[in-house]
């Protein structure tokens, strides 16, 4: 079957750093999405990695390493804003999305 | 431009009722989803189009049917609702092949089924 794996839940504080790892078993890889969904609201795009490597994108980075088949998503300098939760999601070899249940992300002040 | 918008957003459904959901785009995107999106799973592919006259089934597909009459349009019915279809529906849409391009979501579409 298909699988990915990531937290249910992070905690961390206003300013700091904070990183989120997925992992995935999937039929093949063609790629693998980063979105962000605030509560009651759709998810939005953040990145996309196909090829091993980071990705750097202003406060947010993503990392791949399809070797492994995982990834992370680095956030700096956090913001009260950046409470959300983060949804991973892999192309498979069929070009399907499968998605991860998401990373609830809470920021304390 | 709009984007991609849902109609309605908010709907209650006695069992057995039935329902069109309906998702415009003017982006003229070729691809289109729905998903629907529980507590504690991931968002889960009901239809999809890959374009204008085309649909396929997802993950998800029974008790649902969709059409995709036009490019901008894509709707999603359910013919006999159950409680277990209680969720939030999205749509979404894409400018081509999934790979690199990123999907566009409606803003949803809460619905409870009594």
């Known amino acids: 079957g298909q699988n990915i794996d990531q937290p249910t839940e992070m905690t961390a504080t206003e300013g700091a750093i904070v990183q989120i790892n997925c992992t995935y078993q999937t039929s093949g890889f063609n790629g693998l999405f980063w979105y962000q969904q605030h509560a009651g609201e759709a998810p939005t795009f953040l990145s996309y990695n196909v090829l091993d490597g980071l990705e750097e994108k202003g406060r947010f980075s993503s990392f791949l390493s399809r070797s492994k088949g995982y990834s992370y998503l680095l956030l700096k300098e956090l913001q009260m804003k950046d409470s959300a939760s983060y949804l991973c999601a892999v192309i498979d070899s069929n070009y399907q999305l499968i998605w991860g249940a998401g990373t609830k992300l809470i920021i304390k002040p | 431009n709009a984007g991609v918008t849902q109609t309605p957003k908010f709907r209650v459904l006695k069992t057995g009722q039935s329902m069109t959901l309906l998702c415009a785009q003017d982006?003229?995107?070729?691809?289109m989803y729905w998903y629907r999106q529980d507590p504690g799973m991931g968002l889960r592919l009901i239809h999809y189009?890959?374009?204008?006259?085309?649909?396929a089934k997802g993950e998800v597909p029974d008790g649902y049917n969709v059409s995709r009459l036009k490019k901008q349009n894509f709707l999603l019915g359910l013919e006999s609702a159950a409680p277990s279809q209680t969720s939030v529906y999205f749509c979404a849409s894409v400018r081509g092949e999934p790979a690199g391009n990123e999907q566009f979501f409606g803003p949803g579409t809460r619905l409870t089924v009594l």
């Open positions: 982006m003229n995107h070729e691809y």
């Open positions: 189009s890959v374009g204008e006259g085309t649909t």
